[in-house]
């Protein structure tokens, strides 16, 4: 039986392992933060944090992780 893997988490594992800068989807800062997805998005564009572009994409993105490292603290 083939396991379903989410594509955002596709495009994190294949741009975590091709990039120096690791990086968060959505959905993980939102946990992370104690956000829903939606209430992250508007997080986002709030405090201008980095966007990474999905190619082929316009409205998904990633997360520098180290931005959400640094709210954290």
């Known amino acids: 039986m083939q396991v379903f893997e989410d594509w ?3 495009v994190k594992k294949t741009f975590n392992s091709t990039s120096n800068e690791e990086v968060l989807t ?6 992370l933060l104690g956000l829903s ?3 992250m ?3 986002v564009d709030k405090h201008k944090l980095t966007k990474v ?3 082929r994409s ?10 959400i ?3 954290l603290k």
Do not use: C, H, V, W
């Not at 316009?58 to 931005?67: C, D």
């Open 8 to 10: 955002n988490q596709k």
């Open 53 to 55: 572009p999905i190619m």
């Open 26 to 31: 959505i959905t993980e800062a939102g946990k």
């Open 37 to 39: 997805k939606d209430a």
């Open 58 to 67: 316009s409205f998904r993105y990633l997360l520098l992780k180290k931005e």
């Open 41 to 43: 998005k508007a997080y």
């Open 69 to 71: 490292d640094d709210l």
